[in-house]
């Protein structure tokens, strides 16, 4: 049974950091595409992030381009989510997904459709 586990959220203050961490087991990773979406209240989910299998760079919407960096240790069999200078808006519920059919990054961050989704973990921004 393949499980994507988030970890790392929590209330950050206004331009700080946080690394949000997600770890799968009953899968291995490394020709999945891996990605980081995120649902704020009241909002559709986003696409934040994506690396494909084959790709050699990390996909980001303009929205978080700059500030959020992808990255993943295959001998771990974890991905990463580095978010820097956060801001209000980035309050939600960030979920990492792992997808095996190599649709491309672009595919994957404007439909989603990833066949494997962690739970969320919630990331509030606020002073």
């Known amino acids: 049974q393949v499980q994507l586990v988030e970890s790392g959220g929590g209330l950050v203050q206004p331009g700080g950091s946080l690394r949000l961490s997600c770890g799968a087991s009953?899968?291995?990773?490394?020709?999945?595409?891996i990605g980081w979406f995120r649902q704020a209240p009241g909002k559709e989910r986003e696409g934040v992030s994506c690396?494909?299998?084959?790709?050699?760079?990390?996909v980001y919407p303009d929205s978080v381009k700059g500030r959020f960096t992808v990255s993943r240790d295959n001998a771990k069999n974890t991905f990463y989510l580095q978010i820097n200078n956060l801001k209000p808006e980035d309050t939600a519920v960030y979920y990492c997904?792992?997808?095996?059919?190599?649709?491309?990054?672009?595919?994957?961050?404007?439909?989603?459709?990833?066949?494997?989704w962690g739970k969320g973990t919630l990331v509030t921004v606020s002073s």
């Open positions: 997904a792992a997808d095996p059919r190599g649709y491309g990054c672009y595919v994957y961050l404007n439909d989603g459709n990833m066949d494997f």
């Open positions: 690396v494909s299998s084959s790709e050699s760079s990390a």
């Open positions: 009953g899968v291995t990773l490394d020709y999945f595409a």
